[in-house]
C-alpha cells in the first residue's frame, strides 16, 4: 500500500471508529466483542484497502462486512453447547446500563438476524433495499423482519412492563 | 434521524475506551499483505505439491468407510475405496475432492486446498489448576508436530480435521474453509432435549434458519456460503466460503450453491 493510500486509510479509520464500535455493540451487547470484530473487519479493511477505497457506498460495504463477520461468528460450531467436566472460566454478566426494561435488553431478546436487520434498519438509517443487499436477503424479508423485530421489542416492553407493574 | 436512533444511542451512551490500536492494526495489516504476497509468489510450488499429493491420495488404494446407516437412494455416495487403512485425515480429504468434483464439476482450484492444524501456548488455569490452551492460530498441518503443537482435547487429534484454501469459479476467487470434527448430534426431527434445545430451536425458526434434517437423520443449517450439518454418528462438518477479490459484490460470496453445499456435506461417505 503506498503512503498515501495508508493515510487515506487511517483517516477513514479515524473517522468511523466510534460508529463501528457502537454497531458492533448493538449486535454482540459486549465492548470486548465489539474490539475485536471492529478489529477483525479493520483488519481485511485493510489488507484490501487499495480495491475497496474507491467503492462508492463504502460505509454500507464496511457494515456489511462487520455483519456478516458477527453472524458468521455467531454459527462457528463450538458455539453450540456441549456437556462439559470443566467449567470454562468466565465473569458473570454484567446488568444491563438502562435496566431491565431497556431497549438492550429487549434488542438481546431478538434472534441474530433479527436483531442486525433492526439494527441497520433503525440505527444505521439504512433503506430496505441496502439492508436486503447486505445481509443477502429479500426486500420483503427484510421488511417482514423488521416489523416482526419491532412489534417483538414493543411485545417485550409491554410484557416486562406489565410484569413490573403487578409486583 | 428516526425515533428509535435517539433510544439507541440513550443506551449505549459513551462507549468505553477502546482497546483498538490502529498503529497496531496497520502493522498486522503490512504484515499480512507481505504474508500474503509470499504465499502468492511460492503458490505455483505449492499448487505442484498440492497436486502431486492429491494424486498421491487418489491414486492410492484407501479403507472403505463405513457409512453411519444405509445410504439414502437420494444421497450421493462417493466411489468406494479398497480396503486398506490410512490416515483419517487423508481417507475424508479424498471423499471430500470426490464429493466437490461430482456435485460443482465448474469450480476448480482444488489443489490449493491445505490441510491445516492449530498451534496454542498451554497455560495453567487459575480456577482448575489444569492447562488450557490459548492463542490458538491456525498454521499448515505438520504430523509429526501435530499433538504437541496443541494436543487434545482441545486442539488437534484425529477427531479435528481442517482445510483451507482458494476456489474458483467464473473469473473470481473464494477462500474455502472446511471443517470436519467430532461433535453432539441433535436430530433435528426429534423433540428438543431441554429448554435450552427448545429457544435454539424457536430463535433459528423465527430467522428462518432452522436445521433441515437430512434423508439419514442428519441436521443441516445450509446457505450459499455456510453449511452447519452434523450426522447421527457424531461427524460434524462445517464449511464457509467468502469472496476474495472484494470488489463490492459482497452478496456473491460462494462458488457454490446451497443444494451444492447440502449434497456434498450429506456424501454418506464423508464421515469421521
Given at each position: 500500500m503506498r503512503r498515501d493510500e495508508e493515510a487515506e486509510y487511517r483517516e477513514y479509520v479515524a473517522a468511523r471508529l466510534d460508529q463501528l464500535r457502537r454497531i458492533a455493540y448493538l449486535l454482540c451487547h459486549d465492548w470486548h466483542v465489539a474490539d475485536d470484530l471492529v478489529s477483525t473487519v479493520l483488519l481485511k479493511l485493510f489488507r484490501s484497502w487499495r480495491k475497496v477505497r474507491a467503492i462508492e457506498h463504502l460505509d454500507a460495504y464496511v457494515r456489511a462486512m462487520l455483519t456478516n463477520a458477527w453472524l458468521d461468528e455467531r454459527r462457528r460450531p463450538w458455539r453450540r453447547e456441549r456437556p462439559t467436566a470443566e467449567l470454562p472460566e468466565t465473569v458473570a454478566a454484567q446488568p444491563e446500563p438502562d435496566g431491565e426494561r431497556g431497549i438492550g435488553r429487549l434488542l438481546r431478546e431478538l434472534g441474530p438476524r433479527q436483531r442486525a436487520v433492526v439494527v441497520l434498519r433503525f440505527y444505521c438509517d439504512m433503506s430496505v433495499e441496502e439492508t436486503a443487499r447486505l445481509l443477502g436477503v429479500s426486500a420483503g424479508t427484510v421488511k417482514s423482519q423488521s416489523t416482526r423485530g419491532l412489534e417483538t421489542l414493543r411485545g417485550l416492553a409491554v410484557k416486562v412492563y406489565s410484569g413490573k407493574e403487578r409486583r | 434521524m428516526n425515533e428509535y436512533r435517539q433510544d439507541f444511542d440513550a443506551y449505549l451512551g459513551e462507549p468505553p475506551r477502546t482497546s483498538i490500536?490502529?498503529?497496531?492494526?496497520?502493522?498486522?495489516?503490512?504484515?499480512?499483505?507481505?504474508?500474503?504476497?509470499?504465499?502468492?509468489?511460492?503458490?505455483?510450488?505449492?499448487?505442484?505439491?498440492?497436486?502431486?499429493?492429491?494424486?498421491?491420495?487418489?491414486?492410492?488404494?484407501?479403507?472403505?468407510?463405513?457409512?453411519?446407516?444405509?445410504?439414502?437412494?437420494?444421497?450421493?455416495?462417493?466411489?468406494?475405496?479398497?480396503?486398506?487403512?490410512?490416515?483419517?485425515?487423508?481417507?475424508?480429504?479424498?471423499?471430500?475432492?470426490?464429493?466437490?468434483?461430482?456435485?460443482?464439476?465448474?469450480?476448480?482450484?482444488?489443489?490449493?486446498?491445505?490441510?491445516?492444524?492449530?498451534?496454542?501456548?498451554?497455560?495453567?488455569?487459575?480456577?482448575?489448576?489444569?492447562?488450557?490452551?490459548?492463542?490458538?492460530?491456525?498454521?499448515?498441518?505438520?504430523?509429526?508436530?501435530?499433538?504437541?503443537?496443541?494436543?487434545?482435547?482441545?486442539?488437534?487429534?484425529?477427531?479435528?480435521?481442517?482445510?483451507?484454501?482458494?476456489?474458483?469459479?467464473?473469473?473470481?476467487?473464494?477462500?474455502?474453509?472446511?471443517?470436519?470434527?467430532?461433535?453432539?448430534?441433535?436430530?433435528?426431527?426429534?423433540?428438543?432435549?431441554?429448554?435450552?434445545?427448545?429457544?435454539?430451536?424457536?430463535?433459528?425458526?423465527?430467522?428462518?434458519?432452522?436445521?433441515?434434517?437430512?434423508?439419514?437423520?442428519?441436521?443441516?443449517?445450509?446457505?450459499?456460503?455456510?453449511?452447519?450439518?452434523?450426522?447421527?454418528?457424531?461427524?460434524?462438518?462445517?464449511?464457509?466460503?467468502?469472496?476474495?477479490?472484494?470488489?463490492?459484490?459482497?452478496?456473491?460470496?460462494s462458488p457454490f450453491t446451497a443444494d451444492q453445499l447440502a449434497a456434498i456435506t450429506l456424501d454418506p461417505a464423508l464421515h469421521l
Open positions: - | 490500536d490502529v498503529d497496531r492494526l496497520v502493522v498486522a495489516g503490512r504484515r499480512s499483505v507481505r504474508v500474503r504476497r509470499l504465499a502468492a509468489a511460492s503458490g505455483a510450488f505449492a499448487c505442484c505439491a498440492a497436486v502431486v499429493a492429491a494424486v498421491t491420495v487418489f491414486g492410492r488404494p484407501v479403507a472403505a468407510p463405513v457409512p453411519p446407516a444405509a445410504p439414502s437412494a437420494s444421497a450421493t455416495v462417493s466411489p468406494s475405496l479398497s480396503p486398506v487403512a490410512v490416515e483419517p485425515g487423508e481417507r475424508v480429504f479424498a471423499v471430500l475432492l470426490a464429493a466437490v468434483e461430482r456435485e460443482a464439476p465448474q469450480v476448480t482450484g482444488f489443489a490449493s486446498l491445505q490441510r491445516r492444524m492449530y498451534e496454542c501456548e498451554l497455560v495453567m488455569s487459575k480456577l482448575t489448576g489444569r492447562l488450557m490452551p490459548q492463542n490458538i492460530r491456525e498454521v499448515p498441518y505438520d504430523a509429526a508436530r501435530a499433538a504437541q503443537a496443541c494436543p487434545p482435547p482441545h486442539g488437534n487429534g484425529p477427531d479435528r480435521l481442517m482445510w483451507q484454501g482458494t476456489l474458483r469459479k467464473g473469473g473470481k476467487a473464494y477462500h474455502v474453509k472446511v471443517e470436519v470434527y467430532r461433535t453432539e448430534h441433535f436430530d433435528p426431527g426429534a423433540p428438543p432435549v431441554n429448554e435450552t434445545d427448545a429457544n435454539e430451536r424457536r430463535i433459528a425458526a423465527e430467522n428462518g434458519e432452522a436445521p433441515r434434517r437430512g434423508p439419514d437423520g442428519e441436521s443441516v443449517l445450509v446457505m450459499d456460503y455456510l453449511v452447519n450439518a452434523t450426522k447421527p454418528d457424531g461427524t460434524g462438518v462445517f464449511i464457509t466460503c467468502r469472496d476474495l477479490d472484494e470488489t463490492g459484490a459482497f452478496m456473491v460470496r
